[in-house]
């Protein structure tokens, strides 16, 4: 990138939101748009932060005794057919191969691993002794939306990691899907300071074949809701269904419980939504592969700024830091290119500094300069890299509380989600309501029937007036 | 798996090779067939090996300034046009999805991602400010192999790494073209202890669009030997046929040189069949996830012998150790399991053991077993895995020596290539020599023109009788 191309963000985040995203997502070579429709190519920035959510989330379900296999991209047609909604359910976004060897079955690219893993859980499992069995893969899946595409929230392909696993009892595969769940919502809110609402889908928007499924929800800025994972409750069905048993101690035939759980690269463009500016993207420290940048700054002295920005890189090794000494660019240039890709922190020495034995942090959430002892670098940058952590969450929460409303009657509702509000509301939970609902507020859905639910005996619902299950988040999210 | 199931392998690994690997990799859970013929699922004991492969290597690459990226899985096919021996090469291995969207284009799965990936670079290159380019990819590729498969040595669809770099210059491109070289020999023989042979591929077997490749190969007991990874120059070709070009320091437009290199789930099967023995396999130390297992022994005193052994499992936390204290299997039982997993070595601990205040290790290499006092058991645990790792790569350093031949003569040549030896042979490197041996010596190919040369001068090739150009390693490999 010579000197005269460097073009920042042309638009506000707030006057137009949607040409925002997709300048930051290019500008700040987070991704590309491939020449097929609706792929997307992840470029180094954006799957570095991908890369950094799967060391965290890996670690974790390790120590929960999950273990990463790897099963084929296609997948022969009669699996899909083995679970009715399942097949009903991702029938219409599959996509098929032309080879088909020997026998004359079709097979389609995974939009998700269910039946292909299944069928093999059903020749591994035989006793009460090989359960819990928890296998988990990252891996590539595609589903052929029809809808309008968006890198990292809507694609055609994308990354995530699909964990699937088998218990014995219910209670078990109960505890399992909400701990599950419980670890999406701490690596959301703590690593990618994104907040999110936690709760259970509606029957209308249930996982094709499960019992039930939990979810957490977030609230972008544009005003829409965004599934964030899910961890769905696959009950007995697709054991029935793939004759799954297992001898119990109790010495007969039975049959197990299921879960599968997933997310996706879409929380990369949860956190370039939640947090970016019109300067560009901001990357929360705990998932930035270089946490620092440092910009030597010279007019006079160059060699002895820039011997003294080696030798920091060198103290300030642990965040991983960017020296940025390249000689045909002018600081400012600099600090514009690393404001759009989002580093964390800035730090700047400079003649002055030296002399002052100090250096000069940045922080890219709210531009504050703090001048720094060399004495005590690594504390303070360690302080400040939390602080910004902190802040980004703060700030993205205000946004959900704002965000968030209630209403008890039609015409409020419906003004509450023409407002972009996520608008807690009575509801029946009958799919043939949330139908109407879609229908009548120009495609708002139930997101979710939050864990934190106030009274609702005595509340009717929002759309047909019969008697209130639950209180529902409404919005037409992403 | 209950008490009476138990099976362990059923035959020789000298007597039937090719059933001995089939039963290794099924019962010691490493793999599994697919009902899709050439497909293979991965399960977590092998794919663990894996993690680990990718955790070293994407270090190694990482110090060496290549970043991850990810690119569509589906290539237009005109991209595979424009390359035109590229195109050949992987035209008849393509499959092609039924999805093609508003253009008449069609997609087919990736075999390997130079077309879509430098489709991309030829956007991304304007200066040779943005070089050197260095990015790599994890991930899954396709390509409809006719051929009969094997778990992990020949599938349909496998998992590998594909570097793509783009230099300012030939020299440039040449240097790290050999740089990767000698990390995927460092790999092998460090990490997985399987030793190799480096060199060139003759032209005959160079990558489709390439100028040249670089090998590592290796030899299996059974006599055949195995590409373990290629690094490729590919010249100027791809750049000019993609469209990618710099404005040099010269300030003119330049073509850029281009490399691929890549190591794939091959390099699992390659450990299985060089380390395994009539028990099972055997998983370098350096490449397991549960460096040893640890066995209460208790006739008596099953409490105390079992606290004893939680404890150990504290005190050895960081070999990442199997508790293994199932009441329901027998000691023996137990041996026999772990010992067909391939677990480097095993911790036996009794009520003998604990009056003596000493563990007895049990290495899986060579079955040696050695009493240790627990107050050196840290320090002699880590000098025995090393020298498990030594031993394993001492033992096919063996095979690889003793496998290696010389013929200067066509008779000799064809006697030996059917002896299943690698034999060094002078050669004219003319593709169509290399035809005619194949032809003749039953499918004997050249695997490579090894980096450490004796004197050509004065040689005739082994078939044509015109002057030898180089000694190649002909074998019939996998």
Redesign the interface.
Known sequence: ??QE?QKGITVKKEEDFSEWYSQVVQKAELA?Y???????????NA??I??KIRSYFDKRIKALGV????????I?ES?FKKEAEHAEGFEPEL?????T??DTER?A?RPTSET?MY??YS??I??H??LPLR?NQW??V?R?EVKQTKPFLRTR?F?WQEGHCVYETKEECEKEVKLILDEYQRLCERMLAVPVIAGKKTKSETFAGAEYSLCIESYMPDGKAIQMGTSHNLGQGFAKAFGISF?GKDEKPNTPWQSSWGVSTRLIGSIIMAHGDDNGVIIPPKVAENKLVIVPIYFKDKEKVSKKAKELAKKLSKYNPILDD?D?YKPGFKFNEWELKGIPLRVEIGPRDIEKKQVVLVRRDNGEKVPVKLTKLNEIVDEVLEDIQKSLFERAKKVLEKGKDKASEWKDFVKKIKDKKIVLAPSCLEPECDEIIKDETGGATPRCVPFEQKKIEGEKCIKCGKEAKAWVYFNNGY
Chains 1, 2 share one sequence.
């Open positions: 990138m010579a191309e590309d491939s020449q097929i429709k609706g792929f997307m190519i992840i470029r180094p799957y570095s991908w890369e273990r990463n296999a790897y099963f084929p991209l296609l022969p699996f996509a098929w191969v032309n080879r060897d020997d097979l690219i292909i069928d093999s020749k591994w035989r006793s002794r090989d296998i891996c590539n595609l052929w392909e990354l001898l390249r045909e």
